[in-house]
């Protein structure tokens, strides 16, 4: 199972939201969505948003 809960904790730390994400166009509504309902997104994604946060992939996503 795919948890973003890492991302949410991410964003909260660095007082940002998904919206915040949508709006700067790293992604669609359509993948923002997936984000909320824990679907799986392509790991392009992952990197755009790793990238984007200066995070490593484990501050983004958590495989449980």
């Known amino acids: 199972m795919i948890s973003y809960e890492p991302l949410f904790n991410t964003l909260e730390e660095k007082d940002a939201k998904l ?3 949508l709006n700067a166009n790293l992604f669609s509504s ?8 824990g ?3 392509q790991l392009s994604t992952i990197e755009t948003l ?4 200066d ?9 449980e």
């Open 19 to 21: 919206i915040d994400l």
């Open 30 to 37: 359509r993948t923002a969505a997936k984000f909320r309902k």
């Open 39 to 41: 679907e799986s997104v």
């Open 50 to 53: 790793c990238k984007y946060l």
């Open 55 to 63: 995070a490593p992939i484990e501050k983004v996503v958590r495989i």
